[in-house]
């Protein structure tokens, strides 16, 4: 069964601080797109890759590809308003009937080729994976009195909540590539869009279909804040 990755790259970065868009940032002298981009052809080079970025950032990427030389197979589609679009974008050129389709967030760079096989292999078995990863803190859930109106109402409530421990064996941490058969997500993505979307998982459990959850790794992260940057240039000094 042919292999797609929907690789959605959208973000604006406003919480690195800085104008460039996160998934454009070099860590140790390459763009994180492109570590993305080359887990995965590492992983399987028959991966067929589907980048999706806004219109406004695909002259930049392709200014990047000529300037680092970058070589990795891919499509084009074009970001949309959401993520929930900019999947859907995606998965208009997934050209195969039966596929099995990954979706990975463009600034996890660190996806083990392990998870990756995992995610595919499990998702031809059970139609829908997604990679989870323990809760090693303690969490704790706030008991809100009253609903908060506006962002100052909301940190004060929260402030002033009432909170209790919770069970954190009880819960898990959701990673990507979420991974699906072609028909089930083609027939998930079909479905108006609504806020209670927040993941690929979260639309085809909308349809009233099972998602079945397998190990991911540790160093799978999100690269979201300053100090996550940190945290990718150790991984990368020690190996990945």
Known sequence: MKRFVIIVAGGKGLRMGGELPKQFIPIEGRPVLMR???TFHACDSSIQIILVLPRDHQEYWRELCALYSFTVPHRI???GA????SVQSGLALVDAPEALVAVHDGVRPFVSHEVISRCYADAEAHGAVVPVIPVVETVRQLIREEEAEGEARHLEVIVNSKSVTVDRNAYRLV???Q???ATLLRRAYKQPYTDAFTDDASVVEALGEAVTLVDGNRENIKLTTPFDLIVA????????
């Open 36 to 38: 993305t981009l080359d």
């Open 77 to 79: 589609a074009d970001g």
């Open 82 to 85: 959401t993520r929930f679009h």
């Open 175 to 177: 990673q990507t590539p």
């Open 179 to 181: 991974t699906f058969r």
């Open 233 to 240: 240039k150790a991984l990368i000094d020690s190996g990945w």
